[in-house]
Structures are given as structure tokens and as C-alpha cells.
């Protein structure tokens, strides 16, 4: 069993400033694990720590070995199992100043303390059971949230809806592999305890399942970290224009010269609680000047990574010869939105083609449509209200490896199905132990991700990403 809980827990007490660094009204240290509230009583002059209730809050002093006074502070006692980490717990309110918060982190570990890792604490409260792998990955991405489609995502996850599905979709595997091995103890009595169609039927609809996750990573990563969206067309056509309306500040260099923009200029914006990275790259047009080129190499590269680009014509121009360079280079999951600029020059008005966009960079006209067609790109890319989605790379590696394994259960399964030998398949039919051994690895990886089943390797990656004293 390589579940972390299996092997040597410490539980030695650990100390840290919880707060941000830096000078504050007040900080916040925390103390925990086994004689953690001892210590504190220490250097603790007051109402006796070790006596108090859990739960409660006492005034007192904070002294050194000489009896002398740091400061005055309070000092909440949660008694294990009741606290964060499932330890013995203290939280002391002190003054914020800087030399008070190194000073006491300082008498703590001459006490006896330790001084903790990045996201100890969390790994702590995870290793005691309080709350499981994705849900702690949810509350640090829900510190890290810097908008409010991100912060929504981070909610939903921490709240364990997340890990409560995955568990049920790994417990129902777990179910059909017990079935498969207990056959083969039977071997002998040529039973099927796990009818082969329910299996088939099963291993299918976690199949979609794990599918309708995995593609809903590419929206959740970009919702989490930005969306980018590169700006692309012709050298004049309009594109550092657009970002800087787009941003209301003058933020890149417009001119009539065409190949004014030569490095790519990347700006964040929030458009309705969601958090875009607009890229405002080089012209695309065939140079023989050597810088220019290696801005356009730029350009190519935007597209790739871009979930959304943003195609903008000048209609004086003829452009459409860059279809075809936009097209060899976007995803094709990504959006291509076709942007006609400068509508207020237009002699005749823009004759509306579908899917088209007309604006004027110059002067806003269409701006807001293309705002909310932004929006909605990446809400369609969005699974319902009540699905999950996967904003963690680390969970989409271990989702995409669970897919695998199961369409190889899949595969197996129609190998022996009279169909697969009607149509001339050579396989003949899969021992139930091949098919119960790919079930226990989607089991596996389905497990990495809430942690059910985790290696100190996974549980050091995890917690390196939280902050000292979370
Ligand atoms: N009339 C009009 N002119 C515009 C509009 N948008 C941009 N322009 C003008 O078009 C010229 C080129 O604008 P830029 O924003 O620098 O074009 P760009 O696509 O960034 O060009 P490069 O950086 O050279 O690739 C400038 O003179 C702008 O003032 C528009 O909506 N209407
Ligand atoms: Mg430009």
C-alpha cells in the first residue's frame, strides 16, 4: 500500500507566521502538532493554555527566558482532533511589527518547536484526514484566485464535490474489478460473477465521463490562469489600436507604418469576472527584414497557445491570404473570431456576414459585442452549472492515464464479443485478470487525485506550491 497515511506520520510541533510577510496591525502565528500547547505555555505568561478549553481565547503575555516581555497578545487553543490539522493547535495574535513576529517565531523553536515548510499544516490536516488532496490544491488555488471565475471554480472544488464524484466513479470500479478477481478464485468453476455487457456498459459511460473532464481542462486552465487571446492580421490593421481600447489606457504604439508592433505585448483584463490575456502581436506578412521575422516566428507561437484569436481585418486591404497561416497554427479546440476593423471608414455599411465582427478600434463602435462574444467563447467551453471541471494539471495527467487504462478494459472486452469474431477480430477473449489489472490502474489514478491513494513524491509537489505557515 503506498497511501502516505500507511507510512511514519510526524506529528513534531511545527511554528510559523501564518499572516503575509511584512509589518501589520496585527500577525497571526500558528503552532501545531504533538506538546504544541506546552510550548506555547512556555513563554506564555497568563491563564494556563495547557488547562483551557478547546475552542477559546486568552489574553496574556509573550516572554522570553528572562522573563522579559516581547508582547501582548491572544492565544486560541484548539485541542486535536478538533482543529485545522487534526493536532494540538495554538494561534497567537500578536502586533505586527517585524522584529516581534521573527523574535517569537525565534522563542518558539528555542522552546522546542520546529519552523514549517511551505503548506505543512495543510499537509498535516490532509494527512489526519480533515480534508482530502484536491479540496487542499482547491484552497490554495482559491488564495491564488485573481478573479471571480476562477475563485468561483476554486469554491466548487473545495467545498469536495469534486473528490465525492471521483470517488463514486472510482468505487464503482473498484466494485467491478472485486467481481473480476473473485472469479478468478473460482477459476476452476467457469463462473461470471461480473456480467461482461454491464461491465462493457459500465467502462463506457466512465469513459465519456473521464473524456468530458479532460476536455474541460483546457477552459479550466485558462479560467484559472488568464485566457489568452492573441490579437492577429496584417501589419496596419488595426491590432495595437484594438488592445489599447480594449485595455482604455494607451498601452502599445500605434502608427501608419505597418510593422510598428515587432515583439508581442501582453496585458490582463477582467471582462464580466473573467480574466483574459490579451496579446497584441506582430504583423503577418512576408519580410525579408531579419527582426520583423523573428516577431512574426512570435506571432505563430501566440496562435498555438491562444484559446481564443482573434483574426482582425483591415477591409481596404486584401487579407485573406493569412487564413491559411492562422489555420496550420490554431488548436483546433480553440476559437477563431473574425474581426473587421475600422467600420467607420467603410463607404458602403459593412454587409454582415455570419460569425463576423464588425467594429472600429478607433472609435468603439462594436467593441462591446466583441466584449461579449470573448465571454461567451469561454463559457461554452464551460460543462454545466453541476459539472466538474479540472483547473489542475496535475489531476488532468492523472485523468488522461485513468482514460487510457479504461479504454484498454474496453478494448478487451469487445475483443471476445461475437461481433469483434464475426468480423473477423483474431483476439479471442481476454482473461478476466488482464481486465481487472487495467481496472486497478484507472482505479489508481482516479485515487492520485483526492488522495486516496498518494506517494510522499505527489504529496511533496502539492504542498511545495502552498505559502509557509498555510
Ligand atoms: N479609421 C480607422 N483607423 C484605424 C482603426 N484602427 C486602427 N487604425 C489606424 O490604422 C493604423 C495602424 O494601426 P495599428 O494599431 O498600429 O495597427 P497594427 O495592426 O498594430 O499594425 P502593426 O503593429 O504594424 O502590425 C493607425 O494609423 C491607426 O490609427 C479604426 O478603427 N479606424
Ligand atoms: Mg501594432
Given at each position: 500500500?503506498?497511501?502516505?497515511?500507511?507510512?511514519?506520520?510526524?506529528?513534531?510541533?511545527?511554528?510559523?507566521?501564518?499572516?503575509?510577510?511584512?509589518?501589520?496591525?496585527?500577525?497571526?502565528?500558528?503552532?501545531?502538532?504533538?506538546?504544541?500547547?506546552?510550548?506555547?505555555?512556555?513563554?506564555?505568561?497568563?491563564?494556563?493554555?495547557?488547562?483551557?478549553?478547546?475552542?477559546?481565547?486568552?489574553?496574556?503575555?509573550?516572554?522570553?527566558?528572562?522573563?522579559?516581555?516581547?508582547?501582548?497578545?491572544?492565544?486560541?487553543?484548539?485541542?486535536?482532533?478538533?482543529?485545522?490539522?487534526?493536532?494540538?493547535?495554538?494561534?497567537?495574535?500578536?502586533?505586527?511589527?517585524?522584529?516581534?513576529?521573527?523574535?517569537?517565531?525565534?522563542?518558539?523553536?528555542?522552546?522546542?518547536?520546529?519552523?514549517?515548510?511551505?503548506?505543512?499544516?495543510?499537509?498535516?490536516?490532509?494527512?489526519?484526514?480533515?480534508?482530502?488532496?484536491?479540496?487542499?490544491?482547491?484552497?490554495?488555488?482559491?488564495?491564488?484566485?485573481?478573479?471571480?471565475?476562477a475563485?468561483?471554480?476554486?469554491?466548487?472544488?473545495?467545498?469536495?464535490?469534486?473528490?465525492?464524484?471521483?470517488?463514486?466513479?472510482?468505487?464503482?470500479?473498484?466494485?467491478?474489478?472485486?467481481?473480476?478477481?473473485?472469479?478468478?478464485?473460482?477459476?476452476?468453476?467457469?463462473?461470471?460473477?461480473?456480467?461482461?455487457?454491464?461491465?462493457?456498459?459500465?467502462?463506457?459511460?466512465?469513459?465519456?465521463?473521464?473524456?468530458?473532464?479532460a476536455s474541460s481542462f483546457k477552459t479550466g486552465a485558462a479560467i484559472k490562469n488568464g485566457v489568452p487571446v492573441a490579437i492577429v492580421g496584417?501589419?496596419?490593421?488595426?491590432k495595437?489600436?484594438l488592445l489599447?481600447?480594449l485595455?482604455?489606457?494607451?498601452?502599445?504604439?500605434?502608427?501608419?507604418?505597418?510593422?510598428?508592433t515587432r515583439d508581442t505585448i501582453e496585458e490582463t483584463i477582467?471582462?464580466?469576472?473573467i480574466q483574459f490575456r490579451l496579446i497584441d502581436t506582430a504583423g503577418l506578412?512576408?519580410?525579408?527584414?531579419?527582426?520583423?521575422?523573428l516577431g512574426i516566428n512570435r506571432t505563430l507561437d501566440k496562435i498555438s497557445n491562444a484559446s481564443i484569436v482573434i483574426w482582425l481585418?483591415?477591409?481596404?486591404?486584401?487579407?485573406?491570404?493569412q487564413l491559411s497561416e492562422i489555420t496550420a497554427k490554431i488548436d483546433p479546440s480553440s476559437t477563431l473570431l473574425?474581426?473587421?476593423?475600422?467600420?467607420?471608414?467603410?463607404?458602403?455599411?459593412?454587409?454582415?456576414?455570419?460569425?463576423?465582427?464588425?467594429?472600429?478600434?478607433?472609435?468603439?463602435?462594436?467593441?462591446?459585442?466583441?466584449?461579449?462574444?470573448l465571454?461567451?467563447a469561454v463559457?461554452?467551453g464551460?460543462?454545466?452549472?453541476?459539472?466538474?471541471?479540472v483547473t489542475n494539471a496535475?489531476?488532468y495527467e492523472?485523468?488522461i492515464?485513468?482514460?487510457?487504462?479504461?479504454?484498454?478494459?474496453?478494448?478487451?472486452?469487445?475483443?471476445?464479443?461475437?461481433?469483434?469474431?464475426?468480423?473477423?477480430?483474431?483476439?479471442?477473449?481476454?482473461?478476466?485478470?488482464?481486465?481487472?489489472?487495467?481496472?486497478?490502474?484507472?482505479?489508481?489514478?482516479?485515487?492520485?487525485?483526492?488522495?486516496?491513494?498518494?506517494?510522499?513524491?505527489?504529496?511533496?509537489?502539492?504542498?511545495?506550491?502552498?505559502?509557509?505557515?498555510?
Amino acid at each position: 500500500m503506498d497511501n502516505i497515511s500507511a507510512t511514519c506520520i510526524e506529528n513534531n510541533p511545527i511554528c510559523a507566521i501564518s499572516t503575509p510577510p511584512g509589518v501589520g496591525g496585527i500577525a497571526v502565528a500558528r503552532i501545531s502538532g504533538k506538546g504544541a500547547i506546552e510550548i506555547v505555555d512556555k513563554i506564555w505568561k497568563g491563564t494556563s493554555l495547557v488547562n483551557a478549553r478547546t475552542h477559546t481565547a486568552h489574553y496574556g503575555e509573550i516572554t522570553d527566558s528572562n522573563g522579559e516581555t516581547l508582547d501582548a497578545g491572544v492565544a486560541t487553543v484548539f485541542k486535536a482532533p478538533r482543529s485545522f490539522t487534526g493536532e494540538d493547535t495554538v494561534e497567537i495574535s500578536i502586533h505586527g511589527s517585524r522584529y516581534i513576529q521573527s523574535r517569537l517565531i525565534n522563542l518558539l523553536v528555542e522552546s522546542g518547536c520546529r519552523a514549517a515548510g511551505a503548506g505543512e499544516f495543510t499537509r498535516r490536516a490532509f494527512v489526519n484526514g480533515r480534508l482530502d488532496l484536491a479540496s487542499a490544491e482547491a484552497v490554495a488555488d482559491m488564495i491564488a484566485s485573481e478573479s471571480k471565475a476562477a475563485h468561483a471554480i476554486a469554491v466548487r472544488q473545495m467545498k469536495g464535490d469534486y473528490s465525492q464524484r471521483l470517488d463514486t466513479l472510482r468505487n464503482r470500479l473498484t466494485e467491478l474489478a472485486a467481481l473480476l478477481e473473485l472469479e478468478l478464485d473460482f477459476s476452476e468453476e467457469d463462473v461470471e460473477f461480473a456480467s461482461r455487457t454491464a461491465l462493457r456498459d459500465t467502462a463506457i459511460e466512465i469513459q465519456a465521463t473521464l473524456r468530458s473532464l479532460a476536455s474541460s481542462f483546457k477552459t479550466g486552465a485558462a479560467i484559472k490562469n488568464g485566457v489568452p487571446v492573441a490579437i492577429v492580421g496584417a501589419p496596419n490593421a488595426g491590432k495595437s489600436t484594438l488592445l489599447n481600447t480594449l485595455l482604455a489606457e494607451e498601452r502599445a504604439l500605434v502608427s501608419p507604418i505597418k510593422g510598428t508592433t515587432r515583439d508581442t505585448i501582453e496585458e490582463t483584463i477582467d471582462i464580466d469576472g473573467i480574466q483574459f490575456r490579451l496579446i497584441d502581436t506582430a504583423g503577418l506578412r512576408t519580410t525579408s527584414d531579419t527582426i520583423e521575422q523573428l516577431g512574426i516566428n512570435r506571432t505563430l507561437d501566440k496562435i498555438s497557445n491562444a484559446s481564443i484569436v482573434i483574426w482582425l481585418i483591415d477591409p481596404t486591404q486584401n487579407e485573406e491570404t493569412q487564413l491559411s497561416e492562422i489555420t496550420a497554427k490554431i488548436d483546433p479546440s480553440s476559437t477563431l473570431l473574425k474581426v473587421i476593423n475600422k467600420s467607420d471608414i467603410l463607404q458602403t455599411p459593412p454587409h454582415t456576414e455570419k460569425d463576423t465582427i464588425h467594429i472600429s478600434a478607433k472609435n468603439g463602435d462594436g467593441i462591446e459585442t466583441l466584449r461579449h462574444t470573448l465571454v461567451d467563447a469561454v463559457i461554452k467551453g464551460l460543462p454545466g452549472e453541476t459539472d466538474m471541471i479540472v483547473t489542475n494539471a496535475r489531476h488532468y495527467e492523472s485523468i488522461i492515464a485513468a482514460e487510457k487504462a479504461i479504454s484498454a478494459v474496453i478494448e478487451n472486452l469487445n475483443a471476445g464479443t461475437p461481433e469483434a469474431n464475426a468480423s473477423g477480430y483474431s483476439g479471442i477473449m481476454i482473461s478476466g485478470d488482464i481486465i481487472a489489472q487495467d481496472l486497478r490502474e484507472a482505479i489508481h489514478h482516479l485515487g492520485a487525485i483526492t488522495g486516496a491513494i498518494t506517494t510522499t513524491d505527489i504529496l511533496s509537489t502539492v504542498f511545495s506550491r502552498f505559502c509557509i505557515g498555510k
